[in-house]
């Protein structure tokens, strides 16, 4: 099973990926499944914004 989200989804509230991606990471790292979570194309995301340790700090 696996579970996308696409950029449009995660988009929807104007959100954008230094506020939700941490929170994201998070709350779906210990789901027992395959997720892909796709960036936004039309921005580009900061490197930093895609480290490990930026992702699955502590929120």
Do not use: F
């Amino acid at each position: 099973m696996t579970l996308t989200i696409n950029p449009k989804t995660r988009g929807l509230g104007n959100l954008a990926w230094a506020e939700v991606g941490s929170i994201m990471c998070n709350t779906l790292k210990n789901l027992d499944i395959h997720v892909c979570i796709y960036l936004p194309t039309e921005k580009k995301v900061a490197t930093e914004l895609l480290t490990a340790d930026y992702l699955l700090q502590k929120t």
